[in-house]
T-cell receptor, first 113, second 115 residues
Framework: AQSVTQPDIHITVSEGASLELRCNYS??????LFWYVQSPGQGLQLLLK??????LVQGIKGFEAEFKRSQSSFNLRKPSVHWSDAAEYFC???????????FGGGTRLMVKP | DAGVIQSPRHEVTEMGQEVTLRCKPI?????LFWYRQTMMRGLELLIY????????DSGMPEDRFSAKMPNASFSTLKIQPSEPRDSAVYFC?????????????FGQGTRLTVV
């Protein structure tokens, strides 16, 4: 069975500080991995995705993520956080068999001024 | 394209009433998903369709829940009778298997409150 774990339920960072959100997955083959962001009262917006190739992927809004097979991780990073980045972030895995996503529990990011 | 369109955005109903949530996927997408989001359980996949055919409904919580996709541009999720524990945000998403673009696009969600 596949699963996605986001160990941090809440994270608070100061504006301008760097950010890393953790994501670990469990899957027997190479997964398709995604990071989505959800602002309050909104749907989920795709930040970036990893299918194959370069393990460091760039996304929108200055985010990037690195796929590390040896650690079964796909951590999301941003060098300098903006107040508008406050939201909930979801890591997800697609096993490409049924094209369905398995989501982690989410990490709520708060940004201090 | 306008994206995935869900209606209504908000629904408040009394316990025991029938509730129908609607979704219009992105044109040309052949997968459609219904998710439920709650504080306690996070994002759960309820059911998904491929080419209008239900493929996996193992996430549907009870027989009170049913979903249909009569054509490629419309799907419904029905709860009958509704209960307070059904209160949640319900998301519809669609995706395409063509090429390698398997990302799912989400609607804005329907916030359901059952009182």
């Amino acid at each position: 069975a596949q699963s996605v774990t986001q160990p941090d339920i809440h994270i608070t960072v100061s504006e301008g500080a760097s950010l890393e959100l953790r994501c670990n997955y469990s899957y027997g083959a190479t997964p398709y991995l995604f990071w989505y962001v959800q602002s309050p009262g909104q749907g989920l917006q795709l930040l970036l995705k990893y299918f194959s190739g370069d393990t460091l992927v760039q996304g929108i809004k200055g985010f990037e993520a690195e796929f590390k097979r040896s650690q079964s991780s796909f951590n999301l990073r941003k060098p300098s956080v903006h107040w508008s980045d406050a939201a909930e972030y979801f890591c997800a895995l697609n096993n490409n068999a049924g094209n369905m996503l398995t989501f982690g529990g989410g990490t709520r990011l708060m940004v201090k001024p | 394209d306008a994206g995935v369109i869900q209606s209504p955005r908000h629904e408040v109903t009394e316990m025991g009433q029938e509730v129908t949530l609607r979704c219009k996927p992105i044109s040309g997408h052949d997968y459609l998903f219904w998710y439920r989001q709650t504080m306690m359980r996070g994002l759960e996949l309820l059911i998904y369709f491929n080419n209008n055919v239900p493929i996996d409904d193992s996430g549907m919580p009870e027989d009170r829940f049913s979903a249909k996709m009569p054509n490629a541009s419309f799907s419904t999720l029905k709860i009958q009778p509704s209960e307070p524990r059904d209160s949640a945000v319900y998301f519809c998403a669609s995706s395409s298997r063509r090429g390698v673009n398997t990302e799912a696009f989400f609607g804005q969600g329907t916030r359901l409150t059952v009182v």
